[in-house]
């Protein structure tokens, strides 16, 4: 199974909105309603910040919010905050049973 | 509030087994609806997703990796286990032990990571 396609990196000032797009495959992103999108911080472990596509953990920034087309899953961040700054990484079910991670988005905040 | 940690060598020799062990404690590994699972990054790069493994048992392994993983539970202990045979230097990485809390990749508990080098 091939990585999800992520940009390598996103930025933005404080307070704009940025979108990063998560590409996968008709076995994977386009055929289930599992997409997820983690939050890395340096040295950090993952945090899961939206599951199920649109769905936000409790705890977790009404200003993350996700959305899926076809075989594209895209995490929007609004009000960008100095705080959002690491990598972000989107995960989908596939058809296989199995999992598949994207290839990550450094996204930074200018 | 459930919390995951991973223990084992942190040098394995190549050719070797890696052999790393997650403890769950604040809840149960036996949960019906908890996928317990292994996920490695590289330094510098991405999330790689290995294997999960359910109390029941069932198992489902990263494709690329199959041949070489031997995952187990154990829920008197409320520990799972990964076993990663014949490693080399691209083993190299931190392994993460994840709770998936749905079955559907949505990974809500992890491990702090366990660095694990590969070298002789």
């Known amino acids: 199974q091939s990585a999800l396609t992520q940009p390598a990196s996103v930025s933005g000032s404080p307070g704009q909105s940025i979108t990063i797009s998560c590409t996968g495959t008709?076995?994977?992103?386009?055929?289930?309603?599992?997409v997820s999108w983690y939050q890395q911080h340096p040295g950090k472990a993952p945090k899961l910040m939206i599951y199920?596509?649109?769905n936000r953990p409790s705890g977790v920034s009404n200003r993350f919010s996700g959305s899926k087309s076809g075989n594209t899953a895209s995490l929007t961040i609004s009000g960008l905050q100095a705080e959002d700054e690491a990598d972000y990484y989107c995960?989908?079910?596939?058809?296989?049973?199995?999992?598949?991670f994207g290839t990550g988005t450094k996204v930074t905040v200018l | 509030q459930v919390q995951l940690q991973e223990s084992g060598p942190g040098l394995v020799k190549p050719s070797q087994t890696l052999s790393l062990t997650c403890s769950v404690s604040?809840?149960?590994?036996?949960?019906?609806?908890?996928?317990w699972n292994w996920i490695r990054q590289h330094p510098g790069k991405g999330l790689e997703w290995i294997a999960y493994?359910?109390?029941?048992?069932?198992?489902y392994q990263n494709p690329s990796l199959r041949s070489r993983i031997t995952t187990s539970i154990d829920t008197s202990k409320n520990q799972f286990s990964l076993k990663l045979s014949s490693v080399t230097a691209a083993d190299t990485a931190v392994y993460y032990c994840?709770?998936?809390?749905?079955?559907?990749?949505?990974?809500?508990?992890w491990g702090q990571g366990s660095l694990v080098t590969v070298s002789s």
């Open positions: 994840a709770r998936d809390n749905s079955g559907y990749a949505s990974f809500d508990s």
């Open positions: 604040g809840g149960s590994i036996s949960n019906n609806n908890h996928y």
């Open positions: 493994i359910h109390y029941r048992g069932g198992t």
């Open positions: 008709s076995s994977d992103v386009g055929a289930y309603k599992y």
């Open positions: 199920d596509v649109s």
């Open positions: 995960s989908s079910y596939t058809t296989s049973s199995t999992y598949v």
